[in-house]
Structures are given as C-alpha cells and as structure tokens.
C-alpha cells in the first residue's frame, strides 16, 4: 500500500488536470449537424451555444416543426460530441496518472 503522501500528491495531480481539462472545455468548439449538414450548430465543451448555421432548403415557414426537429438532432450531436471529447480527455489524465481504467474521479 502506498504511503498517504503518495496517494495525497496524487490527489493533487488529478485535481490539477481536471483543472486544466475545465478549461480546455471552456474553450473547445463542437459542431452538430443534421439534413446532412444543412443545420449545423457550434456548442462549447460546455454547453454554451457559439453558431447555428441553416441552409435555405431547410426554412419552409410551412413547416416549422421539422426545422426545430432538426436543431434538436444538431444540438444533441454537438452535445455528444463534446461528451465522447471529455471521456476520452479524462480516460488520458486517468492513464497519464497510472490511475487504473474505470477508475471514478469524484471530481
């Protein structure tokens, strides 16, 4: 068994990569689309919205409620997208740390 000096280093390291990790989010941009990309919409790794992109053949004031089924598929693919990123950030930092697959972070 490791030494509590150890183990609070390595507290420290995670808490410090997640830090970093916060941030990198922050800052990333996820592009969803739908219609085979004749709505595209730009989210942050946090959720916030940065673009929504429509191509004309998707506005039919006829048809209101595809458009918005449309967003919502783009929303929800951006919103994946940024998920699948921070999972595999987060599965790095567990590696880089010798930290065991699986392994929660309570962070």
């Known amino acids: ?4 000096g150890d183990l609070m280093k390595k507290a420290q390291q995670v808490q410090s990569q997640m830090s970093i ?10 592009e969803g689309t739908a219609a085979g990309g004749a ?3 730009v989210l942050t790794g946090k959720g916030n919205p940065v ?3 429509l191509d004309k053949s998707v506005v039919d004031p006829n ?3 595809t458009l918005e089924d449309l967003l919502v598929v783009a929303l929800n693919d951006s919103r994946n997208k940024a998920d699948e990123a921070l999972v ?4 790095r ?3 880089s740390l010798g930290l065991p697959p699986g392994f929660k972070m309570p962070f």
């Open 21 to 30: 990790l916060q941030t990198k989010m922050e800052k990333a941009e996820f």
């Open 88 to 91: 595999s950030e987060m599965e």
């Open 63 to 65: 048809d209101v409620e």
């Open 1 to 4: 068994m490791k030494n509590i």
């Open 39 to 41: 709505v595209k919409v």
């Open 51 to 53: 673009s929504v992109s």
């Open 93 to 95: 930092i567990q590696s």
